[in-house]
């Protein structure tokens, strides 16, 4: 059987005995051996993997209780707790911490028999575009290995595209998820802020990041959120979801649904001219399926990755303070030792990403600057929450190109930070409204993928789905050319 197979076809084959778990779990780890020398999606593996399925199979050949997942590998990005596991960020600093309990989304998986087939990969702490800023190593495009594969969750994305695992958890502050999705060729789902639990994402901005799936197909993106969704008493933000079916109905159309361009994300200078018209073809598309389309404006829009990394910096700079060799510890040399440089010295471990944003992230709500910069930032955010709300009151969906830029090469902008954030601006309004958005797989061009990007108004999954497998229905991408 093929490793190719959709989420939703596996159970099935599972279920009617033409495979067992085991077999397409040491197919999986095959995979991964094969191709890992050369993308790198994955910071450590489950040892345990071909066990957890010969134990599941046990189960399903004596009929026992068998959870929903029927023992399909799923990947976990590497700053998402697994206990007993390392949970290392891709950085030096967390290098051997081994985490003492499981994220909720975790917990979850684990309870409907999901195997977590290994820690992927990430830019350190999930600060980066590209996946080159890890501790570890890049992660490889599996489309064409001499390019990025979008961050921070690439790991994630890459093990999705080339077959190392059926399904990955990422998590998106900026487009983090769907980036990647886009580079790689596959679904990546940013949900509604507070529709899945945080509790265990090792925090990087709390205020706008979120947990998100990714997988090959939009049906298997959303038969994991029916499992990942929901109230979480250890998540004050978390939100009760009604126990919403998001494969229910997902290939109802979008006949008759309203579509709003967004003008923003979709002329400009900043705009690939092969993205810009691959996604004209995407708006034709929409149009064929018997969707209003109407090209409108979000003039905050230019301001969001200013006031994003305004943000997120702040966030930043407050949330990895605590990594000062004292609660999360590691050898250091205490040569020349001395009290008022310790901190300095201690934090040495961290890459030049995370550095610079930590730096940003002091200097920007300090005395003197708040009102110039984080105040201003915070007034963007609210304009453009006001101006997203307004938008829906006339559109069901909001679509742009998902990243305005191909992938590129590794090296090309990596001195260059502030191209490399430029990559965000068709991401990160979602993340600093809270809807949900999706980035969904539409061409390949001269072996690059290139995804287009579909919001909702909040808590509209559901519709924002059906619209993504609408989509996805007029398209026929073959797989990575591994």
């Known amino acids: 059987m093929s490793l190719a197979i959709s989420a939703l076809e596996y159970i099935s084959s599972v279920k009617n005995g033409s495979i067992t778990a085991e077999e397409f779990v040491a197919k999986t780890l095959d995979q991964i051996s094969k191709h890992e020398d050369r993308v790198h999606a994955f910071i450590s593996i489950n040892e345990r993997a071909l066990d957890q399925a010969r134990e599941i199979d046990k189960k399903i050949k004596s009929k026992e209780k068998v959870g929903a997942f ?59 575009v590209a996946t080159e800023f890890s501790a570890f190593g890049p992660s490889k495009n599996p489309w064409n290995t001499d390019y990025v594969p979008g961050g921070s969750s690439g790991g994630s994305a890459a093990s999705v595209s080339a077959l190392e695992c059926m399904a990955s958890l990422g998590s998106d502050t900026g487009g983090s998820v769907r980036n990647p999705a886009s580079f790689c060729s596959v679904v990546g789902l940013k949900p509604t802020y507070g529709l899945v639990s945080r509790y265990g994402l090792v925090s ?10 990714i997988a090959r197909k939009v049906e298997d993106v959303a038969f994991l959120l029916n499992h990942i969704a929901g109230k979480d008493q250890n998540d004050n933000t ?63 829009v230019e301001y969001t990755v200013a006031t994003y990394y305004v943000l997120t910096t702040a966030e930043a700079g407050s949330n990895l303070s605590r990594y000062d060799n004292i609660r999360y510890g590691y050898p250091m040399d205490l040569e020349g030792y001395e009290f008022k440089s310790y901190i300095s010295k201690a934090r040495r471990n961290f890459g030049p990403e995370v550095t610079r944003r930590m730096i940003i992230g002091g200097f920007v709500p300090s005395a003197g600057f708040a009102g110039k910069y984080l105040l201003k930032a915070l007034k963007v955010k609210s304009k453009l929450k006001r101006q997203v709300l307004e938008a829906f009151k006339k559109f069901d969906f909001l679509i742009s190109p998902t990243v305005p830029i191909l992938p590129f090469r590794f090296g090309e902008k990596i001195d260059d930070p502030l191209a490399m954030y430029m990559a965000d601006i068709n991401t990160v309004t979602a993340n600093l409204t809270g809807i949900p958005a999706i980035s969904v797989p539409f061409e390949i061009h001269n072996g690059l993928p290139i995804g287009v990007q579909i919001h ?27």
């Open 456 to 482: 909702a108004n909040s808590l509209q999954e559901k519709q924002l789905l059906q619209a993504a497998h609408a989509l996805q229905g007029t398209t026929s991408i073959p797989g990575a050319p591994l």
């Open 238 to 300: 978390t939100v009760d979801n009604q126990s919403q079916d998001y494969l229910a109905g997902i290939d109802s159309g979008i006949e008759g649904k309203k579509i709003g361009i967004i003008k923003e994300m979709s002329r400009g200078a900043g705009l690939d001219k092969n993205v810009e018209s691959a996604f004209w073809r995407a708006v034709d598309s929409f149009e064929k399926l018997g969707a209003k389309v109407e090209e409108m404006s979000l003039d905050m």
């Open 70 to 128: 029927y023992g399909m590998p799923i990947s976990i990005k590497d700053n998402i707790s697994i206990k007993g596991g390392k949970t290392t960020c891709a950085s030096k600093m967390l290098s051997d911490y081994v985490s003492p309990y499981d994220a909720t989304v975790v917990s979850k998986l684990k309870s409907q028999d999901a195997i977590l087939i290994g820690k992927a990969n990430l830019d350190e702490f999930a600060m980066g």
């Open 204 to 213: 990087y901005a709390n205020s706008i990041e979120q947990i998100g799936p």
